[in-house]
């Protein structure tokens, strides 16, 4: 059995939910797609922003700019992806659908172009693995939210 690199399969990954929203759009009667296609990528988001991107900012240096940007269209993913869960339906989803799936197209093009290839060089391969199995295996945490999405928080003084 010949292993897929870490690379193919957040790309796979990212074509699964892809195909999740486009099963959705021609269907807009059956919600388990779009269900299906959200909770996978607020998880590859977390799998992306909790370990692969650190891992890669601390490995080299220089990807730490374009992982800032990842950071930022992330969160405006979260936020589609919020608004889409609270209205799935109608022209206000069908046009959250469409900027959805038009973040997406620019966002990971960028990830598979810039950072992905990276992560098949720099990173060993133990590490690589558990990220693998992550993708096939792991949970999101309960009300986890992603980096730059999260309320500013104030000192909570006394
Ligand atoms: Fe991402
Ligand atoms: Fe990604």
Known sequence: MGTESLAAALEREHHEIDEGIAAFAASPRNPQPLARAIRALRRHIYLEEEFLFPLLGEAEPALRAPVFVMLREHAQIWNTLDALEREPGGS????????????????????????????DDTLP?????????????????????CVKARPVTRNAGG
């Not at 206000?92 to 992560?119: C, D, F, I």
């Not at 391969?125 to 309960?142: H, M, Q, T, Y």
């Open 92 to 119: 206000t989803g069908h046009a959250l659908r469409r900027q959805l799936t038009s973040q997406l197209l620019h966002h990971n093009l960028k990830e598979e172009r810039v950072l992905y290839p990276r992560a």
């Open 125 to 145: 391969p133990s590490v690589a693995g558990r990220l693998r199995a992550f993708l096939s295996s792991g949970e999101l945490p309960e009300g986890w939210v």
